[in-house]
């Protein structure tokens, strides 16, 4: 027996608008283009919207999203590429978009700074051009900074950034998972916990990997109210590259931990054909949602 | 003359016409606010209100069962259930409508003794909270139970009011200065079980379910008792007098006595009872020796007004088992668990029977001046309610 939600139907993807498992692969490099003197501009466009969405069967929650989907797109980019993010915010309340990276105190989407030149905090209705180069290189997130701050982020207002090394990396199997989950009381805890927003997806559907094939785990924690989560597999090890700001690994391990706003890169290879499971060995949120299986054929 | 008789008939003949006007305007409102729509008393804004009450938690290998109930103005729907922190797979998912109850069952490997936290997540995403102190199995109700709690009420209700009751000789030798007092000693043990029923079902009443009332409903319970047996009484009294019998005055108060404690002993065994089905009881034979003590003083109650009559056996007997079997009944209840309201309403009715007999007796403490509260009898009344607070330590359930 394993925790699981009552039988019966399933989360709607349809009416959400996304769907856990096709988020795994689905990385938005947005247009690009070459600029003069060869380097490459992208330019991205993010929608913040209110929007009511099903997180666990028969459970809504009233989200606040990125694009329509929470987590909000993983955006993709090449260390060096120009980076354009046009936000404009459709939502009811005030909204930013604070990127970790390295880039100036006008595109760091904090309120209070920078509302002279039509930045700081996006008011309704408002829209904003974030621009910066993309460096480092690594795994990091993105997220709301508009205060009360965890309310903003907890309510869905995050996502994945890749920045791809200059010299790229090993062909492989790539996967996106946004550790994150869902005060829907409002008590300040959370009651469901996840890997891209729907509790127990990949348990009822293992992710389907092959054999001896490199498949990398692109990791991020977005989990508001609980200070550390972590990620731990099964029947295997893996190599765990923090924030993934190195070409070489810290650890051989199956378990990592990560505080709120950590991530990284985890590397493995199944040499056994069969399910294995992967959770928080948090085991609390283990069993309230954040439980899924690989599927090695 | 005719023509004035006519007058009154056509005077008096419209007055259940004249009754019924209002309804019939109120139907009419009525009517027309439902063709209207209700201007003005659309949808109510805001969200949803989830009040849900639990109100049976039963175990069984492998399984917890709740009964919810819908105490709140909007339709509930449980989505989830977690128990200690785990999403668990669970039947009777969907929606409860305002009043309703549904039940869910949980398959969950539940250890005895330890506790449970179990969290329903409503389709709001609201919480549902309940726990479980101690886990035990919850007795199957068949018929080996029913024949324990029978056998559990027989001994804390009919045998110790029945062994109380062979004071009757001893009532007969005191002079009718002590029986005053004696009286008045049974009107202490009486508010005493009276004022412990009404704070019980209060407390009862408080934890469960609010959608029929709540406490409202001991105090429903008790009014309702009361006047109840007041008609019961001035009825007895009118027959009596009709048969123009000399009457035994002291048959009479013993039987309102009987009925009254018998009311209360029915919440004692609802108290068992329920207690029982909770795991929260230890048949222990401290326990029921502490019943008995406790409720041999209400064998006294019982007789202490047929000091100067010689009633038969058989009507004692009568009267014993009225005080005494409705333990049995209530244990019956108390387990099969009826909703906590029909435990706080049966309560109430304890108390409300208590204070009628209290009315009853209080004149029959008067002495020849016609003073109640001598010094004699206020001892004796705090006698009474001090003997049932010492005996009541022993058996807090």
Same mark, same amino acid.
């Given at each position: 027996m394993h925790a699981a939600f009552a039988d019966g139907p399933e989360v709607d993807h349809r009416a959400n608008g996304f769907e856990p498992t096709e988020m795994l692969r689905d990385f938005d490099y947005g247009e690009a283009r070459r600029l003069p003197g060869g380097r490459t501009l992208r330019e991205y466009s993010i929608v913040a919207r209110d929007k009511e969405i099903e997180v666990a069967p028969g459970v809504s929650y009233p989200a606040w999203t990125y694009n329509g989907r929470v987590p909000g797109p993983t955006l993709r980019c090449t260390e060096g590429d120009r980076v354009r993010i046009r936000f404009t915010n459709a939502s009811d309340h005030p909204h930013t978009i604070h990127f970790h $990276?390295?880039?100036s105190a006008l595109m760091d989407g904090m309120p209070g700074i920078g509302e002279a030149q039509g930045g700081g905090q996006i008011e309704k209705g408002e829209s904003f051009d974030y621009e910066f180069d993309a460096e480092p290189f690594g795994t990091h997130l993105y997220h709301c900074h508009v205060s009360p701050l965890a309310a903003h982020i907890a309510k869905g207002l995050y996502g994945a950034l890749i920045i791809d090394p200059r010299q790229g990396r090993p062909p492989a199997d790539e996967l996106v998972m946004v550790m994150n989950a869902f005060d829907t009381n409002f008590?300040? %805890?959370?009651?469901l916990y996840a890997v891209n927003t729907v509790g127990f997806h990949f348990q009822r559907h293992p992710i389907q990997v092959r054999r001896d094939e490199l498949v990398r785990v692109h990791l991020v924690n977005v989990v508001e109210y609980d200070p550390i989560n972590s990620f731990h597999l099964h029947g295997n090890f893996f190599d765990y590259y923090p %924030? $993934? %700001?190195?070409?070489?690994?810290?650890e051989l391990t199956d378990t990592v931990i990560q505080g709120q706003g950590q991530r990284g890169i985890l590397e493995m290879r199944f040499p056994n054909p069969g399910r294995y499971m992967f959770h928080a060995h948090v085991t609390e949120f283990a069993e309230l949602g954040w439980t899924g299986f690989f599927e090695v054929s | 003359m005719e023509a004035a008789e006519a007058t009154a008939v056509r005077r008096s003949a419209p007055a259940w016409a004249l009754g019924l006007l209002p309804v019939a305007l109120l139907g009419i409102a009525v009517a027309l606010l439902a063709l209207l729509g209700g201007p003005g008393l659309g949808e109510r804004n805001g969200v949803p209100v989830e009040e849900i009450a639990i109100e049976r938690t039963e175990l069984r290998p492998g399984l917890i069962e709740l009964t919810i109930r819908n105490d709140g103005p909007d339709p509930v729907e449980i989505a989830q259930v977690s128990v200690n922190d785990a999403f668990i797979p669970f039947d009777g998912a969907g929606e409860t409508a305002r009043l309703g109850s549904r039940a869910l069952t949980i398959g969950y490997p539940w250890i005895e003794g330890e506790a449970y936290e179990i969290v329903l997540l409503t389709s709001t995403g609201g919480t549902v909270e309940t726990a479980i102190g101690a886990a035990t199995e919850t007795p199957d109700l068949d018929l080996g139970f029913f024949g324990l709690m029978a056998l559990l009420g027989i001994y804390v209700g009919v045998i110790p009011v029945s062994i109380g009751m062979v004071w009757l000789p001893f009532v007969r030798r005191v002079g009718p200065g002590a029986l005053r007092v004696l009286m008045a000693f049974t009107i202490g043990l009486l508010a005493f079980l009276g004022v412990d029923a009404v704070l019980e079902g209060i407390e009862i009443a408080g934890a469960g379910s609010q959608a029929f009332g709540g406490s409202a409903l001991v105090l429903i319970g008790a009014a309702l008792a009361y006047l109840g047996l007041a008609a019961v009484d001035a009825h007895m009294r009118a027959r009596r007098r009709a048969a123009r019998s000399a009457g035994a005055p002291g048959m009479h108060l013993a039987l309102l006595i009987a009925v009254g404690i018998g009311l209360h002993n029915l919440g004692e065994g609802l108290a068992i009872g329920a207690a029982y089905a909770a795991g929260a *009881?230890? *048949?222990g034979t401290f326990l029921v020796v502490g019943f008995a003590i406790h409720n041999t003083t209400e064998g006294l109650a019982i007789v202490a007004p047929l000091a100067e009559e010689r009633p038969p056996l058989r009507r004692l007997l009568l009267l014993g088992l009225l005080a005494g079997a409705p333990a049995v009944l209530g244990a019956w209840i108390g387990a099969a668990a009826f909703s906590t309201s029909v435990i706080a309403l049966l309560l109430g009715v304890g108390a409300g029977a208590i204070v009628q007999v209290i009315v009853q007796i209080a004149p029959s403490i008067r002495d020849h001046a016609g003073r109640a509260l001598t010094p004699q009898n206020v001892a004796g009344i705090s006698a009474g309610i001090g003997v049932l607070y010492v005996t009541g330590l022993l058996i807090s359930v």
């Amino acid at each position: 027996m394993h925790a699981a939600f009552a039988d019966g139907p399933e989360v709607d993807h349809r009416a959400n608008g996304f769907e856990p498992t096709e988020m795994l692969r689905d990385f938005d490099y947005g247009e690009a283009r070459r600029l003069p003197g060869g380097r490459t501009l992208r330019e991205y466009s993010i929608v913040a919207r209110d929007k009511e969405i099903e997180v666990a069967p028969g459970v809504s929650y009233p989200a606040w999203t990125y694009n329509g989907r929470v987590p909000g797109p993983t955006l993709r980019c090449t260390e060096g590429d120009r980076v354009r993010i046009r936000f404009t915010n459709a939502s009811d309340h005030p909204h930013t978009i604070h990127f970790h $990276g390295i880039h100036s105190a006008l595109m760091d989407g904090m309120p209070g700074i920078g509302e002279a030149q039509g930045g700081g905090q996006i008011e309704k209705g408002e829209s904003f051009d974030y621009e910066f180069d993309a460096e480092p290189f690594g795994t990091h997130l993105y997220h709301c900074h508009v205060s009360p701050l965890a309310a903003h982020i907890a309510k869905g207002l995050y996502g994945a950034l890749i920045i791809d090394p200059r010299q790229g990396r090993p062909p492989a199997d790539e996967l996106v998972m946004v550790m994150n989950a869902f005060d829907t009381n409002f008590d300040s %805890t959370n009651e469901l916990y996840a890997v891209n927003t729907v509790g127990f997806h990949f348990q009822r559907h293992p992710i389907q990997v092959r054999r001896d094939e490199l498949v990398r785990v692109h990791l991020v924690n977005v989990v508001e109210y609980d200070p550390i989560n972590s990620f731990h597999l099964h029947g295997n090890f893996f190599d765990y590259y923090p %924030t $993934g %700001t190195s070409m070489q690994p810290s650890e051989l391990t199956d378990t990592v931990i990560q505080g709120q706003g950590q991530r990284g890169i985890l590397e493995m290879r199944f040499p056994n054909p069969g399910r294995y499971m992967f959770h928080a060995h948090v085991t609390e949120f283990a069993e309230l949602g954040w439980t899924g299986f690989f599927e090695v054929s | 003359m005719e023509a004035a008789e006519a007058t009154a008939v056509r005077r008096s003949a419209p007055a259940w016409a004249l009754g019924l006007l209002p309804v019939a305007l109120l139907g009419i409102a009525v009517a027309l606010l439902a063709l209207l729509g209700g201007p003005g008393l659309g949808e109510r804004n805001g969200v949803p209100v989830e009040e849900i009450a639990i109100e049976r938690t039963e175990l069984r290998p492998g399984l917890i069962e709740l009964t919810i109930r819908n105490d709140g103005p909007d339709p509930v729907e449980i989505a989830q259930v977690s128990v200690n922190d785990a999403f668990i797979p669970f039947d009777g998912a969907g929606e409860t409508a305002r009043l309703g109850s549904r039940a869910l069952t949980i398959g969950y490997p539940w250890i005895e003794g330890e506790a449970y936290e179990i969290v329903l997540l409503t389709s709001t995403g609201g919480t549902v909270e309940t726990a479980i102190g101690a886990a035990t199995e919850t007795p199957d109700l068949d018929l080996g139970f029913f024949g324990l709690m029978a056998l559990l009420g027989i001994y804390v209700g009919v045998i110790p009011v029945s062994i109380g009751m062979v004071w009757l000789p001893f009532v007969r030798r005191v002079g009718p200065g002590a029986l005053r007092v004696l009286m008045a000693f049974t009107i202490g043990l009486l508010a005493f079980l009276g004022v412990d029923a009404v704070l019980e079902g209060i407390e009862i009443a408080g934890a469960g379910s609010q959608a029929f009332g709540g406490s409202a409903l001991v105090l429903i319970g008790a009014a309702l008792a009361y006047l109840g047996l007041a008609a019961v009484d001035a009825h007895m009294r009118a027959r009596r007098r009709a048969a123009r019998s000399a009457g035994a005055p002291g048959m009479h108060l013993a039987l309102l006595i009987a009925v009254g404690i018998g009311l209360h002993n029915l919440g004692e065994g609802l108290a068992i009872g329920a207690a029982y089905a909770a795991g929260a *009881l230890a *048949l222990g034979t401290f326990l029921v020796v502490g019943f008995a003590i406790h409720n041999t003083t209400e064998g006294l109650a019982i007789v202490a007004p047929l000091a100067e009559e010689r009633p038969p056996l058989r009507r004692l007997l009568l009267l014993g088992l009225l005080a005494g079997a409705p333990a049995v009944l209530g244990a019956w209840i108390g387990a099969a668990a009826f909703s906590t309201s029909v435990i706080a309403l049966l309560l109430g009715v304890g108390a409300g029977a208590i204070v009628q007999v209290i009315v009853q007796i209080a004149p029959s403490i008067r002495d020849h001046a016609g003073r109640a509260l001598t010094p004699q009898n206020v001892a004796g009344i705090s006698a009474g309610i001090g003997v049932l607070y010492v005996t009541g330590l022993l058996i807090s359930v």
